[in-house]
């Protein structure tokens, strides 16, 4: 059987966020089955500009997507929004079928995240995409201990997403978590 192909996509660039604790510790409990493709690409992709020749950067950014059998997202909140890079990746994603039907899971992590996650769903459903799993994990910095998560519902939700990522077309609509 084939490995399960999930794409990464963090939306902080910064190195030591909870978000890039949180992919770490997944990507360390992952089944045999799964491989984790983390981009590290999302600082380097040009302002959007709806031109009709994507720069290279952008043009990779899109394989990544189509060849990936998932997506997973996790992002903060910035000043109540989703943050800037990330909504660019994103922006450079609207007039192709990159994410039709892909299955995608979102996760924000943030002290509050309720915001850019409904905003992120919003974008999500405008390219297209095949949410399957969604999980908020509000004050995120209070479930998280020496580099890995620590709360237990958090653990269990975070596994539940990777599952859905897995088995997407066994997923009934899916429903927002609050660890």
Same mark, same amino acid.
């Given at each position: 059987m084939q490995p399960t192909n999930i794409f990464v996509i963090i939306g902080s660039l910064?190195?030591?966020?909870?978000?890039?604790?949180?992919?770490?510790?997944?990507s360390r409990t992952l089944p045999a089955d799964v491989v984790f493709d983390i981009y590290d690409g #999302?600082? !380097?992709?040009?302002?959007?500009? *709806?031109?009709?020749? %994507?720069?290279?950067?952008?043009?990779?950014?899109?394989?990544?997507?189509?060849?990936a059998d998932a997506v997973l997202i996790c992002t903060p909140e910035y000043a109540f929004g989703v943050p800037g890079s990330l909504k660019n990746a994103l922006d450079w994603t609207v007039s192709t079928a990159d994410f039709?039907?892909?299955?995608?899971? #979102?996760? !924000?992590?943030?002290?509050?995240? *309720?915001?850019?996650? %409904?905003?992120?769903?919003?974008?999500?459903?405008?390219?297209s995409a095949n949410v399957v799993a969604t999980l908020l994990i509000p004050f995120v910095r209070a479930k998280l201990k020496n580099g890995e998560v620590?709360?237990?519902?958090?653990?269990?939700?975070?596994?539940?997403?990777?599952?859905?990522?897995?088995?997407?077309?066994?997923? !009934?609509?899916?429903s927002t978590i609050h660890p």
């Open positions: 910064r190195a030591t966020s909870s978000n890039h604790t949180i992919i770490r510790h997944v #999302l600082g !380097t992709l040009p302002h959007f500009d *709806d031109s009709e020749v %994507a720069p290279e950067t952008v043009q990779h950014f899109r394989t990544k997507i189509r060849e039709m039907d892909k299955p995608v899971g #979102l996760i !924000t992590a943030s002290t509050g995240g *309720d915001k850019a996650h %409904a905003s992120l769903l919003l974008t999500l459903s405008a390219i620590s709360d237990e519902a958090t653990l269990l939700a975070l596994h539940d997403v990777v599952e859905k990522l897995r088995h997407p077309a066994h997923q !009934t609509p899916p």
